[in-house]
């Protein structure tokens, strides 16, 4: 039973926090992301010491933790539009 769970929930849970850390890590200036809250911008400045990055939005900029950005909704972002 146990190796079922570990199979189902937990593998995928730790494979999703890789590829989101290496998201973050991997972030760079001009990159435009969609923050977890729903904020869309353009990464204008890093900072490694304290892992956070300025976002430039319509309203101005905004200092965000890296890990608010949101791989999902970022990666969308840069996909080629699809033709229906």
Known sequence: MFVVI???MIAPQMKRAK???KFAAELKRG???I???GIH???VELNEKDSTCIVE?????IKFERSAISMEMSK???APATKK
Not at 57 to 61: L, V
């Open 6 to 8: 570990y199979f189902f």
């Open 19 to 21: 590829q989101e850390k």
């Open 31 to 33: 990159d435009k992301v």
């Open 35 to 37: 923050t977890k809250s």
């Open 41 to 43: 911008g353009k990464v």
């Open 57 to 61: 939005t319509s309203a101005g900029r």
């Open 76 to 78: 969308k972002l840069l």
